[in-house]
């Protein structure tokens, strides 16, 4: 069984709904899907950076 371990731009592209991300992760099981510490950070990084109405969007979203 494959174990897949998610980029921060695949997040991103998740979020945004774009390129079919959330289709595929659907296909191949969300519970195989994995975010190492660092893509956590660099997410909750862009989020704090990001401006505050889509800030709280963003927060909300992840």
Known sequence: ???FLLDT???VHLLKNEY???EKIAEV????CFLSEITLAE???G???SAPT???NN???F
């Not at 099981?29 to 195989?32: D, I, S």
């Open 29 to 32: 099981g969300v519970k195989l």
């Open 59 to 61: 927060i909300e979203r």
């Open 1 to 3: 069984m494959s174990q």
């Open 9 to 11: 731009n695949i997040c």
């Open 20 to 22: 079919g991300i959330k």
């Open 54 to 56: 889509k800030r709280e």
């Open 43 to 45: 997410l909750l990084y």
């Open 47 to 49: 989020i704090e950076n």
